[in-house]
């Protein structure tokens, strides 16, 4: 149910050695083809995906499986009901850069959390983040959290909930997926280098008890509530990175260091890596990192102010590795992000959604 046979914690991964560097950028043309999957649409088909995700589910959501690209794909894997368009982006010159936003009322940002979804008939999660949009609405993670390109569909039922508590609290909202914007050759070719999406959302709202049942309260947008993330790309190797997720699959050894309940974080230098295999030219790598399944979809941030909480995204969790063959996985990698990531950002980030969701 998750996209190829081989994703983040993928247990033929331990087997991988780190090859030399390589030199240039994924894409050096002046526009890109962004593969743009409609979600829920309309207030109807998001109230659809809210009534799934009522507190009772979400209080069971931290024992389904965490995303991991060794997990098999189900053939009764269902699409979602939107439709699907590429659109060609002409490039504005220079090189993307978002300033990060803090909430409003707030002086730190609350912008990390978790995406739930279904592929098929069966629940998963991954990490993700806010990201500072024009549409204050955008959400990014893996493509494999979004995505199954093996089967050519989109996930079913996707929200993200920011700062999830540990028994399916919500304090922050939930935040149904409207459109998911990816790159075209993750979808197309299961190609590791655009391992990543921007999801557009809709307005947050909170289950809150009227009159002895539940109903759905509008908390607004989601930016307004949490803060964004900046975003920058086009920065190289050899810089510093802060990664975050919330890892809780078994490490190699079968070990399970991790409970997926609390944000965990990892920081260092980034090298090159490549994975032919995973059709992976241009990986970037953080060692030391010992995340493993649940930390997918999780933001790498440049210059992060701790006292803030915020930074300049940079990459995902995209995979994991296991570079000495030993009991743990030492190291994460993300696709690079360049100007064909900016792309992609934009086509989210002009995305519109209703104005209200009740």
């Not at 743009?36 to 995700?53: F, P």
């Not at 730190?108 to 204050?136: I, L, P």
């Not at 959290?145 to 093996?150: G, L, P, Q, V």
């Not at 995340?291 to 790498?300: E, K, L, N, V």
């Given at each position: ?23 240039g ?27 799934y995700?009522q507190?009772?589910r979400?209080?069971k ?9 060794a ?13 699907s ?18 909430p ?6 609350k912008?990390m959390g978790?995406?739930?979804?279904r ?46 508590g ?5 304090p922050?909202?939930?935040?149904v ?22 999801v ?14 539940l ?15 900046g975003?920058?790309?086009g ?12 890892p809780?699959?078994?490490q ?15 920081s ?23 995340f493993?399944a ?7 941030l440049i ?13 995902i969790n ?13 190291a994460?990698s ?7 990531t900016g ?12 104005q209200?969701?009740?």
């Amino acid at each position: 149910m998750i996209p190829r046979v081989r994703h983040l914690v993928a247990a033929a991964l331990s087997a991988l050695l780190l090859l030399p560097a390589l030199v240039g950028t994924a894409s050096a043309a002046t526009s890109s083809r962004v593969y743009s999957v409609t979600l829920a649409k309309t207030v109807a088909d998001m109230k659809k995906v809210a009534e799934y995700w009522q507190p009772d589910r979400l209080k069971k959501a931290d024992n389904y499986s965490p995303a991991t690209p060794a997990s098999q794909s189900s053939p009764t894997a269902t699409a979602a009901a939107g439709a699907s368009q590429i659109v060609t982006l002409k490039r504005p010159k220079g090189l993307l850069s978002v300033a990060p936003v803090l909430p409003r009322n707030s002086t730190a940002a609350k912008t990390m959390g978790k995406v739930f979804f279904r592929f098929g008939d069966k629940e998963y999660w991954c990490s993700a983040s806010a990201v500072a949009a024009k549409n204050r609405s955008v959400v990014a993670t893996a493509g494999h959290c979004a995505y199954d390109s093996r089967q050519a569909k989109p996930a079913d039922y996707w929200i993200f909930v920011p700062n999830p508590g540990p028994e399916g609290e919500t304090p922050d909202g939930i935040y149904v997926g409207a459109a998911i914007s990816m790159h075209e050759d993750w979808p197309g070719k299961g190609d590791y280098d655009f391992d990543y999406a921007f999801v557009t959302v809709h307005r947050g709202f909170k289950w809150v008890e009227k009159n002895g049942q539940l109903a759905m309260q509008d908390v607004g947008r989601l930016q307004d509530n949490i803060g964004g993330q900046g975003l920058t790309i086009g920065k190289g190797l050899a810089i510093s990175i802060s990664a975050f997720g919330y890892p809780a699959g078994p490490q190699p050894d079968g070990s399970h260091p991790f409970n997926g309940k609390t944000l965990k974080a990892c920081s260092g230098t980034t090298r090159r890596t490549i994975a032919p295999s995973l059709d992976l030219q241009y990986g970037v790598q953080l060692q030391p990192c010992d995340f493993s399944a649940g930390a997918s979809g999780g933001p790498w941030l440049i210059n992060y102010q701790a006292v803030q909480r915020v930074g300049f995204l940079n990459g995902i969790n995209s995979l994991t590795w296991n570079r000495d063959a030993k009991g743990g996985y030492d190291a994460v990698s993300s696709p690079t992000f360049n100007a064909t990531t900016g792309d992609v950002y934009r086509r989210a980030a002009a995305l519109t959604t209703p104005q209200n969701v009740t």
